[in-house]
């Protein structure tokens, strides 16, 4: 079990002492909602419940995630209609891979978050047309194809748009490597 999933089952263990219900008691709470945004449940929780960040970010996130669906289904939703960036994303994470052991892929519905201690990548199928690697690299200026983040995600500080796989070059990688290097 990696550390992300033991300190998810410790706050899953600890939700009834800290906010008054079972993540199960949450999930039958939520049912009758016609939330369809993270964000509405968020509110909800927090405004109407007294559920402090953290939890209520858990419930909701836990709540919206089909059980049926697995990691790997994430990951083939993602590319439906957009096969052709597939191979991006393949060869991104045959490189992070070789970075070291303590890499872990986090697959989300519209991309995955990539991790070390914490998140220093993100890469997702954007458009049909263009792929994104979201990168946090404190301190670094935006520079050619490295440019900021901006309102793109504010998970990140710089974003490099791929249209091919021949734009993912040896500076892309280095990049990618000290994104990585900064997170742990």
Not at 42 to 71: Q, R
């Amino acid at each position: 079990m990696s550390s992300v999933d033991k300190a998810l089952q410790t706050m899953i263990d600890n939700m009834p002492e800290k906010t008054g219900k079972s993540l199960e008691e949450w999930f039958e709470l939520l049912k009758g909602k016609s939330f369809t945004k993270h964000g509405e449940y968020m509110k909800f929780l927090k405004g109407e419940h007294g559920v402090t960040h953290g939890f209520a970010n858990t419930i909701a996130a836990l709540y919206k995630k089909k059980p049926d669906e697995t990691t790997d289904d994430l990951v083939e939703n993602q590319y439906k209609g957009k096969e052709h960036l597939r191979p991006i994303y393949e060869s991104l994470v045959k490189a992070i891979n070789k970075f070291g052991d303590d890499i872990e892929l986090a697959p989300k519905k519209a991309y995955v978050s990539v991790r070390r201690k914490r998140q220093f990548a993100i890469l997702q199928p954007s458009t049909k047309s263009r792929f994104d690697i979201g990168l946090n690299i404190k301190e670094k200026n935006p520079v050619g194809k490295l440019e900021a983040a901006g309102s793109w995600n504010s998970m990140c500080t710089h974003r490099i748009k791929c249209a091919s796989h021949d734009d993912i070059d040896s500076q892309v990688i280095e990049w990618i490597k000290e994104a990585y290097n900064a997170a742990g």
